[in-house]
């Protein structure tokens, strides 16, 4: 095989790699929220089901830290994570109550959670120039993402022996679903669909280029692992500011992911995470116009835009309804300024402000903060505040209540941040460059 035919191999290889580890997280954690409700689950518990997610995220790095790094290659610990992941997942979705469900989707996730790093280190130690090669790869996760919605939101069971059937969604122009059709992400068909691609993911990464520990035989301590030596660039104020919003952001950030599928079908959207999907497709776009418009408006004008779209999309999501469906779509749609604005331009911020020798553990502090401390906060802040706009007897939400509320917490991290955040040391925004996508898309 020559050479260019080598390299074109690896780079599949680790494109399907992506693909199937974004795939496997959509295609279960959009459809929870309507699983959950026919499950005659409570929004309190709901929201503490997607805030596992932060809870593992929070566990993962000391996984990551004190058994891939130092004792196994990435590529096998890869492989028993999403075999075992597989299997858990796979129990979850036979589950018929909380009791039953709960305990194995956690378990889920704390496989799931240290794939996301794990992922990456395959990535970025197999391309030669990883600041050239990886996003094009990477954003084959985000496809992957985008084809869970597609895959969930074109299917559904009809007739009285509940036939599997495949369609278009209507917002890609397909026909309407039947109206005796049962839509796909009210079961647990995601969770199977899901379980399966865990573990064929899990046998794929066997096969993966080898990715040797790189700690081995080195002694590191906790704060190595978490990245707490990049809490020292707290002492800047502006730093401070920055993690500090980056935290609170992702309270609202968390009504997004848990509330906006339930809310969408509550809207007449039967085929809502398909249009969810969308959300991934502009992420991709304005992700590649991130550089250019870093160059023209610099850190803070970009985290202020970004924060800015989280208001505007939940007072979409307020203001819509079953005849103004086109705001609605506008929300999804505003996901991906939302994220790429804020999170990946903060990631950038980040990797200039520390210095090289903390890095890596700057980012790892800042995901530790973010995916981890704030969604796990925000989940079970969304699941409470969503109860509290819940009619007891008839159980229907006040939608308009639940979407003010994010955005009035979005507005006020917005204020305080355009009023507390002067990075007068910030490096020139010329300069930055992008070193690695987003760690996840959600």
């Known amino acids: 095989m020559s050479q260019s ?6 780079k599949t290889r680790l494109s399907v790699m992506m693909f199937l580890q974004f795939f496997i997280w959509g295609v279960w954690y959009v459809p929870m929220f309507p699983f959950l409700d026919g499950l005659g689950v409570d929004a309190t518990k709901i929201g503490f089901a997607y805030s596992a997610t932060g809870l593992a995220a929070i566990v993962s790095p000391i996984f990551i830290g004190m058994v891939a790094d130092k004792f196994f290659p990435s590529q096998i610990v890869l492989a028993v994570l999403h075999l075992v992941g597989g299997f858990f997942l796979f129990m979850a ?10 305990p194995y989707l956690l378990a889920h996730l704390f496989c799931y959670m240290p794939t996301l790093a794990l992922a990456n280190s395959v990535l970025f ?8 090669e990886a996003p094009a790869i990477r954003t084959l996760g985000t496809i992957g993402w985008i084809v869970s919605g597609v895959v969930v939101g074109s299917s559904f069971l ?7 059937k495949f369609q278009m969604p209507a917002f890609l122009g397909g026909p ?15 969770l199977l669909i899901g379980a399966g691609a865990s573990v064929l993911l899990g046998v794929f990464s066997i096969f993966l280029p080898n990715t040797p520990p790189k700690m081995k035989g080195q002694s590191i301590g906790i704060g190595d692992v978490l990245g707490f030596k990049a809490i020292s660039l707290m002492k800047d104020r502006s730093f401070a500011v920055f993690i500090i919003c980056s935290l609170l952001i992702c309270i609202p950030l968390s009504f997004y992911y848990q509330s906006a599928n339930g809310y969408l079908k509550a809207m007449d959207i039967s085929n809502s995470e398909g249009v969810l999907a969308l959300g991934q497709v502009s992420e991709i776009f304005f992700l ?7 160059i023209k408006l610099g850190v803070k004008r970009m985290l202020l835009i970004g924060m800015a779209f989280w208001v505007l999309r939940y007072l979409f999501f307020a203001a819509g309804s079953q005849d103004a469906q086109y705001l609605l779509f506008l929300g999804v749609i505003a996901h991906g300024i939302c994220y790429d604005f804020f999170f990946f331009t903060g990631q950038l911020y980040v990797d200039k402000r520390a210095p090289a020798d903390i890095r890596s553990q700057a980012q790892g502090f800042i995901a530790f903060v973010t995916l981890g401390v704030g969604m796990f906060i925000g989940n079970n802040v969304n699941g409470w505040w969503t109860t509290l706009q819940t009619n007891g007897k008839t159980k229907e939400i006040n939608w308009d209540s639940v979407w003010y509320f994010p955005a009035a917490m979005a507005a006020a991290v917005l204020v305080a941040f355009y009023f507390l955040f002067n990075d007068s040391k910030s490096t020139d925004s010329t300069e930055a460059t992008i070193e690695e996508p987003p760690t996840e898309s959600v």
């Open 176 to 190: 309407e679903a039947p109206a005796d059709s049962k839509g796909l992400g009210l079961t647990n068909l995601p």
């Open 288 to 294: 590649l116009l991130v550089p250019f418009l870093l």
């Open 5 to 10: 035919n080598e390299v074109t191999a690896l």
């Open 93 to 102: 979705s036979r589950a018929t109550d909380w009791a039953s469900f709960f």
């Open 125 to 132: 130690q197999s391309v030669k120039d990883a600041q050239k």
């Open 158 to 164: 009809v007739g009285a022996e509940e036939t599997l």
